[in-house]
């Protein structure tokens, strides 16, 4: 099927900047990103693209680029889903909160939803994309739907999982590692892969289009998620045993990421890592695991978490018995919400972590990031009660938000963080001014030759 209109239904961190590339390389392809949400809707069609509800690097000139001409934000979902002949399903799939599977199992209410209203709406034969994140399997659940509950219409069900990484979407977007598309062996199921392989080869090589069946594609995603989850707590793990013995992590990271089988990348020990994708995917293929009998393997790879969990209120409490056991009452500056740098996205955010714990200590937290709003700070802390929020502010001004701290943490590798004036800060704050290095981007000797009281992680 050659194709020509594209439907996306939901403008997140993954919808919008896809659909934005798609319509950049393939300007001959009507593209639409339907969200119910009327207000994400309105900043993805604001004419200030600054003002777009996703922060990305090079984002806002793609969007420039293609909206108006071939890419359309759209809260009219049942027209956008009749008009494509390929409709990309890109909601949340966040953890379940409640009944069986909670704390594990992926919630997929609001990918049923997408199904049955694709199913309602459609009156001819259509392909349907799964993009969000998926548990193995959940492709049959889709397909099960789509032929029970709909208009006769034939309908072919691809898993095209996304490997983005916040923060370079678009750059990743732009040249990717490699495409997944998973589909049926039928006939049918091979020329609906192939319409999808169509798309991507108006920018991407045919060597990097992997294509495999539908199962194989959706276990990849959480299986790659979860190998680099693990690389990431297994250095924080070593980061706690360099601290009690007087090695320096980031030397051991060096020594081992040299050595050509292990690789360098994900290997920087930091207050722990956050993001929509990591914790949510091992636990659901800790769900899984179980669902099948598989003890063990679920029991590996939970303690992923368990792990990172450990690294965050561990950090915390350095904290607190650095500063003499008390943190009532003192002033604690936490530099970055993001779960990471060059995104807005707070999602699973270690500073969520550390920001709780302080409160509960009764600290006065101030909290500076550059792009995540006040509004997302309190309402990733809206599980505390009203008084521990009253000890939280947030500060436009880095400078403003370190005066008169006793401590600052740094808890993002925003890269302005290096370019400030360490020693105005030093002289704004109370002595001994202390620097909890989170994510260990700070010159070591250079802040500690200003005066600060300087502890990283793993050192």
Excluded at 39 to 54: C, F, G, K, M, Q
Excluded at 109 to 123: D, F, G, M, P, T
Excluded at 136 to 161: H, M, Y
Aim: aromatic share 8%; with cysteine; charged share 25%.
């Amino acid at each position: 099927m050659k194709i020509n209109s594209i439907c996306c239904i939901g403008a997140g961190y993954v919808g919008g900047p896809t659909m934005a590339v798609i319509a950049q390389k393939c300007p001959h392809i009507k593209v639409t990103v339907v969200d119910l949400n009327e207000s994400r809707i309105a900043a993805w069609n604001d004419t200030d693209l600054e003002n777009l509800p996703v922060y990305e690097p090079g984002l806002d000139k793609v969007v420039g680029e293609a909206r108006g001409r071939n890419l359309f934000f759209s809260t009219d979902v049942d027209k956008a889903i009749d008009e494509a002949q390929m409709i990309f399903i890109s909601v949340n799939t966040p953890t379940k909160n409640y009944g069986a599977g909670k704390g594990m199992a992926a919630d997929l209410k609001y990918i049923e939803l997408c199904a049955r209203q694709i199913a309602r709406v459609s009156k001819q034969d259509k392909i349907v994309v799964e993009k969000s994140t998926l548990p193995v399997r959940t492709a049959e659940a889709i397909k099960n739907i789509l032929d029970n509950t709909g208009n006769g219409v034939q309908f072919q069900i691809l898993s095209n999982p996304e490997f983005l990484a916040e923060g370079t979407a678009v750059q990743d977007l732009h040249n990717p590692d490699r495409v997944l598309i998973g589909g049926d062996s039928t006939e049918t199921g091979k020329d609906a892969i192939q319409s999808l392989v169509e798309i991507y080869s108006n920018w991407v090589s045919k060597e990097k289009i992997l294509t495999t069946n539908v199962w194989s594609s959706e276990l990849s995603k959480l299986t790659a998620n979860a190998f680099l989850a693990q690389r990431v707590s297994s250095i924080n793990a070593i980061s706690e045993l360099c601290e009690k013995t007087g090695a320096d992590v980031s030397e051991v990271s060096k020594a081992i990421g040299m050595d050509a089988r292990i690789g360098s990348k994900f290997l920087k020990a930091s207050v722990g890592f956050g993001g929509s994708c990591f914790q949510k995917d091992i636990l659901n293929l800790v769900y899984i695991a179980k669902s099948y009998g598989l003890n063990e393997v679920a029991d590996y790879w939970e303690q992923v978490v368990i792990m990172n969990d450990h690294q965050k209120n561990r950090f915390s409490k350095k904290i607190v018995k650095t500063l003499y056991n008390t943190v009532s009452g003192k002033k604690i500056t936490l530099l970055g919400w993001a779960f990471k740098k060059d995104t807005n996205d707070t999602r699973e955010s270690a500073a969520i972590s550390v920001a709780s714990n302080l409160l509960a200590e009764q600290a006065d937290v101030f909290v500076y990031d550059p792009k995540v709003s006040e509004k997302q700070i309190v309402s990733d802390l809206v599980s505390l009660d009203a008084d521990e929020l009253q000890k939280l502010k947030v500060i436009s001004n880095p400078y403003e938000a370190c005066k008169d701290s006793h401590a600052i943490a740094i808890l993002t590798e925003w890269d302005e963080f290096n370019t400030y004036d360490w020693r105005r800060i030093y002289d704004s704050m109370l002595k001994p001014a202390f620097i909890f290095d989170g994510r260990n981007i700070l010159n070591k000797e250079e802040i500690k030759k200003i005066g600060f009281r300087y502890i990283a992680v793993g050192s």
